[in-house]
């Protein structure tokens, strides 16, 4: 588990922020994006994929959540 | 020397790696690289922000270092103890020519050094009781402080003092802020961890202060975060911004308060100079209050044009007239000082090793001038800051990172640029080679070099500095006069 941050982009696409890795990506895929239900796997531009538990609504970002990593390419 | 190529710079990095067992070549081959601007993502080429090898000359500071010495120490109405031995706090007194406006030892203390001055006693029975009796003091002989910070050296997290526990106490007698920073030498890596514990300080201890207080605003409220006023670099930058028609409530740290880091929240736009040292605290106010953050860039006119189009895009029509009325005013300024210095710099080959945001920031400046920059590290980057890097510099130049005294030296006797930028530890052995050299941590006690009226000191520097006639004389007559007609007109 990780603190991770996710923020909109200028072009309106979402970024995973990991501080502890440097990493920083766009977010190509999102598994929940509902009203009801947002979050799941987040699969990264660099091929990685990191999980985080569904929330109920969509948060205002920037949010900070926890993650789990799923599979990263390092 | 021509241009090299792009096999000639990496047979080069080979080269200078052969003198290392084998072990430590393969971890330095990791940190250093030949450009590619086309990479996407810089750890595709480049390593960083790892533990420096030992045995090695590495030219990196401390976590204290970049506590004490970056973020807080410009904070001018505080007080900065340097918790522990005496040293820490004397050599990383006022180096940085952090500049401010104020009585200094009255109202204003960035230039003096407090600090507990541990003995061997404290090691052994704990410190904490000096600090409490130090803290009074502080307050009995400058009343007119408007906090305290305790910045804490390495013995102080080894025999494991509770300065948290003090400083509440502290801030509750006082009714000041009293900000415990654990920022010992020996965490992490570089300096840089040391920001973010700074960071992390200021957003636990100070940037909340005033939430739910009512706060004169208007809607072109902004602050410069990440900017340290070296030689008055912060004050060139505000002025225009001022100009275009902004307010810039606070200034993060040079020459600012305490009272406008409280405030910040208030801010309707962050506007980020130095990414490396700030970014956490810019990305904390983005999520916490919905402050969009903005990095940006005050070295040469062409970037200065781009980063106020950009600021101004944040804000409504006024703003972006003042912009367009700020860049034609300055306009006619910029191109005196070009058409003066471009002549005499255009083609010059420049070298940099610095930290922060200089190794990519200045490229824009030197290009205005008709230099070009062939090689450019940090001390102390992440991965995000090469990812910036990657696409500023030229295919097929040179990034190290963490470079040693040794690599440095032979990249620049194999290079030979006609100008070196890095710190004071780096000055004198480059003028010694008959290199020209500019210390870029604090612009050579010369400064401001942000915004327009620093570009043209910027300039005036580096033809100074390059076109100096010292350069034509390192080797002494007797030497130059060999040929038995030189000695004849010579008796």
């Known amino acids: ?74 | 020397m021509s241009k090299l190529t792009r096999e000639e710079t990496e047979s080069l990095i080979q080269e200078v790696l052969e003198v290392y067992p084998e072990k430590a070549r393969k971890d330095r081959a990791k940190h250093l690289a030949v450009n590619d601007p086309s990479v996407e993502q810089s750890k595709k080429c480049i390593t960083s922000n790892r533990k420096s090898l030992p045995g090695v000359m590495t030219i990196r500071g401390c976590a204290y270092a970049g506590s004490r010495g970056v973020v807080w120490g410009p904070v001018k109405d505080m007080i900065h103890i340097s918790h522990g031995p005496v040293g820490c706090g004397q050599y990383s007194r006022a180096g940085r020519r952090n500049y401010y406006v104020g009585a200094t030892g009255v109202n204003t203390f960035a230039e003096m050094n407090f600090t507990s001055d541990f003995q061997e006693k404290d090691i052994v029975f704990g410190g904490d009781k000096k600090l409490t009796k130090l803290i009074q003091e502080i307050e009995q002989l400058f009343p007119l402080h408007k906090g305290i910070s305790v910045q804490s050296e390495c013995p102080i997290g080894l025999i494991g003092d509770d300065i948290e526990a003090v400083s509440k106490k502290a801030a509750a007698e006082l009714d000041k802020v009293v900000v415990p920073v654990r920022c010992e030498g020996f965490r992490g890596v570089s300096q840089s961890l040391g920001h973010h514990i700074a960071n992390d300080a200021l957003r636990d201890w100070v940037l909340g202060n005033r939430d739910g207080k009512t706060f004169e605003s208007t809607p072109y409220d902004v602050t410069i975060i990440g900017d340290y006023n070296i030689g008055g670099d912060a004050w060139a930058s505000r002025i225009f911004l001022e100009e275009m028609g902004l307010r810039v409530i606070a200034q993060w740290s040079g020459d600012g308060t305490i009272a406008e880091m409280e405030n910040t929240p208030k801010a309707k736009l962050n506007l980020l100079h130095c990414y490396r040292s700030m970014n956490y605290i810019s990305r904390h106010m983005e999520e916490k209050y919905g402050i969009p953050w903005m990095e940006y860039n005050f070295f040469g006119p062409t970037k200065i044009e781009e980063s106020l189009r950009r600021i101004a895009g944040f804000f409504d029509d006024t703003i972006k007239e003042g912009a367009e009325r700020v860049i034609t005013k300055y306009k006619p300024m910029m191109e005196a000082v070009i058409a003066k210095y471009k002549p005499r710099l255009q083609g010059k080959r420049v070298m940099l090793y610095v930290g922060g945001l200089r190794p990519r920031h200045v490229i824009g400046a030197y290009e205005d001038l008709g230099m070009e920059v062939v090689g450019t590290g940090y001390e102390f980057a992440h991965g995000d800051d090469y990812d910036r890097t990657i696409k500023e510099m030229g295919d097929a130049t040179l990034l190290y990172d963490d470079v040693t005294g040794f690599e440095l030296e032979e990249f620049v006797k194999r290079i030979k640029p006609d100008l070196v930028g890095s710190g004071i530890k780096e000055k004198y052995i480059y003028q010694k080679m008959g290199i020209p050299f500019r210390q870029m941590h604090s612009w050579d006690y010369s400064g401001p070099y942000h915004g327009y009226d620093g570009f043209a000191i910027f300039a005036r520097d580096m033809d100074m500095t390059l076109n100096n006639p010292c350069w034509g004389k390192q080797t002494p007559p007797w030497k130059v006069l060999k040929s038995d007609d030189a000695l004849k007109a010579a008796a």
């Open chain 1, 1 to 74: 588990m990780a603190n991770i941050m996710i923020r909109k982009t200028a072009e309106g696409g979402l970024s995973f922020y990991l501080p502890k890795r440097d990493l920083e990506d766009n977010i190509v895929s999102i598994e929940f994006d509902q009203t009801n239900k947002w979050g799941g796997e987040l699969r990264l531009a660099n091929g990685g994929t990191y999980y985080v538990d569904p929330l109920d609504a969509p948060p205002r970002l920037p949010i900070s959540l926890r993650a789990k990593r799923v599979d990263a390419p390092e």
